[in-house]
């Protein structure tokens, strides 16, 4: 699996043809991971939404994730499912997706990241490493990011207010990939975008 660079969508302001457009754009330039997020959709209109996602990862071969909602990433048979603190607990989430599908758990501590692991998840998203304006979450030091990739055996994946000029902090932490949202999503080239955070990346992961 690789989780190098890994965007979590966000509806903003754009018209649902828009909104996957700036998806498409994504995977096709290098994209490696989606995760539909979408806190406020009825869950008639995220399954419909889901769908459609989809079949544009599907068409690129890129694995589609769907935010804490169980339900709809069984209903859409997407690639897996990743939640938060405050979901079910990560065993139990584990036994309803079966042992085929990704199950990405957020973590902020060692001890957390440590349990995740131990009840069965596949991959960690720590952060927020830097402040950010797309979810309200507290801050995690880069040193603590550094503890838990070096104490977890499963793929770390930073989170969090990331961007084109703050990422070579993350050099030597031993994360697997970067978690991104409004610096795709936002931004005014999305294919040139993917194209300059797929550069960088390339030296950071070599780092680690």
């Known amino acids: 699996m690789d989780y190098s660079l890994y965007l ?15 998806v498409e754009d994504a995977v096709k330039a290098g994209v490696t991971l989606v995760q539909f997020r979408d806190k406020t959709a ?21 694995p589609l994730i769907i935010n804490d909602r169980v339900d709809l ?40 990241a440590e349990e995740a692991y131990q009840q069965g998840a596949d991959y960690l998203g720590v952060g927020a490493i830097f402040p950010t304006t797309t979810k309200d979450s507290s801050l995690v030091t880069v040193g603590t990011l550094r503890t838990i990739t070096s104490q977890v055996p499963i793929p770390i994946v930073a989170i969090g207010g990331i961007h084109l000029d703050n990422m070579d902090q993350l050099k030597g932490t031993g994360i697997k990939g970067i978690s991104v949202v409004s610096e795709i999503m936002l931004a005014d080239s999305v294919p040139d975008r993917v194209r300059q955070l797929r550069t960088n990346l390339a030296e950071i992961l070599e780092v680690n």
């Open 73 to 112: 990433a069984l209903a859409v048979d997407a690639a897996g499912v990743h939640i938060g603190d405050d979901e079910l607990p990560v065993d139990v989430v584990r036994k309803l997706i079966g042992s085929d599908k990704i199950l990405g758990v957020s973590a902020k501590t060692l001890a957390r």
């Open 42 to 62: 009825t869950s008639r209109d995220a399954y419909a939404l889901a769908q459609k996602l989809k079949a544009i990862t599907d068409s690129y071969d890129v």
């Open 8 to 22: 979590v969508t966000d509806a903003f302001d754009y018209q649902e043809d828009a909104f996957l457009q700036v």
